[in-house]
Structure formats: structure tokens, C-alpha cells
Nanobody
Framework: QVQLVESGGGLVQPGGSLRLSCAAS????????IGWFRQAPGKGREGVSC????????YYSDSVKGRFTISGDNAKNTVYLQMNGLEPEDTAVYSC?????????????????WGQGTQVTVSS
């Protein structure tokens, strides 16, 4: 049974930083991708970033490129999303998702498993 557990959300001032973690368990091998999505109140789910655990290739949305960095630790089966230069527009529930056959990284339906989500609030 695959499980994803997120941590690291919270309240931060504009310009601040947070690091989210997504711990994955239950995969038989490292051939999967982890994506981070966010959903703000009244808005649709947006793909933020993705990392392919088997080769380390990463993807970012234009809205976070240059501010967010995704990384993975295969030994711990954990993915991190380092978020710098946070803006009020980044406020949302952030969820990680995992998939074994992800072709379009920013499409939620490409992922098979989801975490419970963690709130990120950027406000002064």
C-alpha cells in the first residue's frame, strides 16, 4: 500500500521561505515520479513541480520557476520542495502525488496516489 505523508507547511511572511517534505512508502522500486500540486480557495488544482525519482529530472511551473526547488532523497524515499521568495499568491493547500507512469507532469489525473495536503499561508 503506497502512502504519502506531507509536512512542513505553515504561516510565513512575504519574502520568507518554507520547506515541504513528502515521505513515500510502499513502492517496490524507485521507478516513480513525485509531483507537488497546490489549490487555493476558489481555484483549481495547479501543478507546481515534479521530480522523476529514477533519473532526477525536474519540472517547474512558470509561476514558481527560480523561487522553488524540488529535490529527492532516494535512500529516504522523500521529496523536498524548498520554497523561497514566497508571495501571498503562493497561499494554498499543497499536496504531493505519486505516479508510476506520469507523462504529463502537471496533470493531476496522471498520478495514482495523493497525500493529505498541508496548508501554506503567506501573509504579513
Amino acid at each position: 500500500q503506497v502512502q504519502l505523508v506531507e509536512s512542513g507547511g505553515g504561516l510565513v511572511q512575504p519574502g520568507g521561505s518554507l520547506r515541504l517534505s513528502c515521505a513515500a512508502s510502499g513502492f517496490a522500486d524507485g521507478y516513480y515520479a513525485i509531483g507537488w500540486f497546490r489549490q487555493a480557495p476558489g481555484k483549481g488544482r495547479e501543478g507546481v513541480s515534479c521530480i522523476r525519482m529514477f533519473d532526477g529530472i525536474t519540472y517547474y511551473s512558470d509561476s514558481v520557476k527560480g523561487r522553488f526547488t524540488i529535490s529527492g532523497d532516494n535512500a529516504k524515499n522523500t521529496v523536498y520542495l524548498q520554497m523561497n521568495g514566497l508571495e501571498p499568491e503562493d497561499t494554498a493547500v499543497y499536496s504531493c502525488a505519486a505516479g508510476t507512469a506520469v507523462l504529463s507532469w502537471s496533470t493531476p489525473s496522471e498520478y495514482d496516489y495523493w497525500g493529505q495536503g498541508t496548508q501554506v499561508t503567506v501573509s504579513s
